[in-house]
């Protein structure tokens, strides 16, 4: 505000900026006391008041019940913050008793001014948040789940369901139950809940019950002073009502290496519509594509593939596979164990189940690498698996969760990893192959090379840059890849 305005500090401006306090060292019934708002407390009289006559009155007083659920409602105020809900009902009696309480702290009684002093600022805080705005403008924390203690984790789960992965996300959606019908949500956030699965549901109540009225997609290296691809970020403006026809302006400036190109990319965009980076999109169109992320410069062809054609999904097995839980002790590369002792080529979970031998290939995963190859671990299933199983079981209680697929081991399958440092790649695996998390598998009966074919595709690089434009594949976005599989017709 100083740096806008050089006298913003000299025009009597009041600015709410306010640091959460915790009500855990207030006692309602002791401020009630001291506050004396009803007049029945006399001074010097030590007991009276909360005798239980007394304390009944004040429990049906609505000033005590405000004040004790306040207590209650900011116990954990350091933890949540300002994700606490205030009722927007209470905006009204929250500021009849700030009013009271800054007088009182002015001209009150020696227990009147320090009760009031120790309960101004909790009062403050949730008239703040009972009132509803006509913007929220906000660059939200970003913490994901296994980050946050068990009091936020249990509290993100039942309050927002839809965006408990993440912090950044629940103030996201937090920020709306702050506006007034039709105000703007403006944030500056990670780009990731516009694509993952995690965040569908979000995506899917945002769609229903909002508008992008524009958005730049700043991508990695937004910001200077972090380096590489660490945040990936996304500016946006919502209002808060649905608009499914509207079309919303979307910059893609995810190209830039730093803020000054994406800054001159931005200022081009604004003087030249035409400049190829600035893209008008519906929100329905995103409904169009399987789990609706927020896929602003898809084609209408591409979203005609994705809404008309069947998935691979329809039409091939996916597969994940084991997690040993401890790959230093099972896993090898197969230049570390006697040759002899590994079994290659095994047809099938019979076959392999009968082999004398110990080691075997295992799919892993890799980087980026097409068609064949990451061939070089082997896994420990010698007896079956014996040793591996008995010791998931221990894990968890039953070797099902951890060894998974196992009736298609070994079977001729397409690989990819989940996990790349460039782009989505696809390799053929041939039999006698085991498979990890890592490397799930495709499973066809005889169309292995045209999945391959198309997993490989420029296409399918395309679609997938729509669906799940990161290094981190998941099952469930190849899956949504448009299929459609026609049997070679024999030309005689």
Not at 207 to 216: C, F, Q, S, V
Not at 379 to 388: A, I, R
Request: charge should be neutral.
């Amino acid at each position: 505000a100083r740096e806008d305005d050089r006298r913003i500090l000299t025009r009597n401006v009041r600015l709410n900026v306010l640091a959460m306090q915790s009500s855990q060292h207030l006692d309602a019934n002791t401020l009630w006391r001291d506050l004396n708002l009803t007049g029945d407390w006399h001074q010097g009289q030590s007991q009276g008041l909360f005798d239980s006559e007394q304390q009944d009155l004040s429990s049906n007083d609505a000033t005590y019940k405000l004040i004790a659920d306040l207590i209650e409602r900011f116990q954990d105020a350091k933890t949540f913050g300002s994700l606490i809900e205030v009722p927007n009902e209470w905006e009204a009696p929250l500021k009849a008793l700030l009013e009271e309480l800054t007088e009182l702290s002015n001209s009150g009684d020696i227990m009147q001014k320090a009760a009031a002093q120790r309960l101004v600022s909790m009062v403050q805080q949730a008239w703040a948040l009972a009132q509803r705005y006509d913007a929220v403008v906000a660059n939200p924390p970003y913490m994901g789940s296994k980050g946050m203690n068990k009091a936020l984790k249990d509290y993100a789960k039942k309050a927002y369901p839809n965006s408990k992965s993440d912090l950044f996300a629940i103030f996201m959606e937090h920020a709306f139950s702050l506006l007034v019908p039709l105000g703007y949500n403006a944030q500056i956030n990670m780009q990731s809940w516009m694509f993952l699965s995690s965040y569908e549901k979000l995506r899917e109540w945002l769609l229903d019950n909002t508008t992008i009225i524009t958005m730049a997609h700043l991508g990695g290296r937004a910001f200077d002073s972090i380096s590489g691809e660490v945040v990936s970020a996304t500016a946006f403006v919502m209002e808060k009502i649905a608009k499914p026809d509207y079309k919303g302006a979307y910059l893609r400036l995810v190209e830039g290496k730093s803020e000054a190109e994406k800054k001159c990319a931005l200022l081009e965009a604004i003087q030249n519509r035409d400049c190829g980076w600035l893209y008008d999109a519906k929100p329905d169109d995103f409904k169009k594509i399987p789990g609706s992320p927020v896929a602003y410069w898809a084609s209408k062809g591409v979203i005609s593939n994705f809404s008309e054609k069947s998935s691979l999904e329809d039409n091939v097995l996916f597969r994940q596979g084991m997690a040993t839980s401890d790959n230093d002790r099972f896993l090898r590369f197969w230049y570390e164990v006697e040759f002899k002792k590994i079994g290659l080529n095994c047809k099938g979970p019979k076959n392999l189940a009968e082999s004398k031998k110990k080691w075997f290939p295992y799919s892993k995963g890799g980087g980026y690498r097409k068609w064949y190859g990451f061939n070089d671990i082997v896994v420990n299933w010698e007896n079956d698996g014996f040793e591996l199983k008995e010791f998931t079981s221990t894990l968890t209680q039953g070797m099902n969760v951890r060894l998974k697929s196992r009736n298609y081991y070994c079977i001729p399958n397409v690989t990819y990893s989940a996990l790349t440092s460039y782009k989505f790649s696809a390799r053929l695996n041939g039999s006698g192959f085991l498979f990890g998390t890592g490397g799930s598998c495709v499973f066809g009966e005889d169309n292995l090379t045209t999945i391959l074919c198309l997993l490989n595709s420029t296409s399918s690089d395309y679609f997938l840059s729509m669906i799940s434009p990161t290094l981190n594949f998941e099952m469930i976005d190849v899956k949504r890849l448009p299929f459609e599989y026609h049997k070679e017709v024999e030309v005689i």
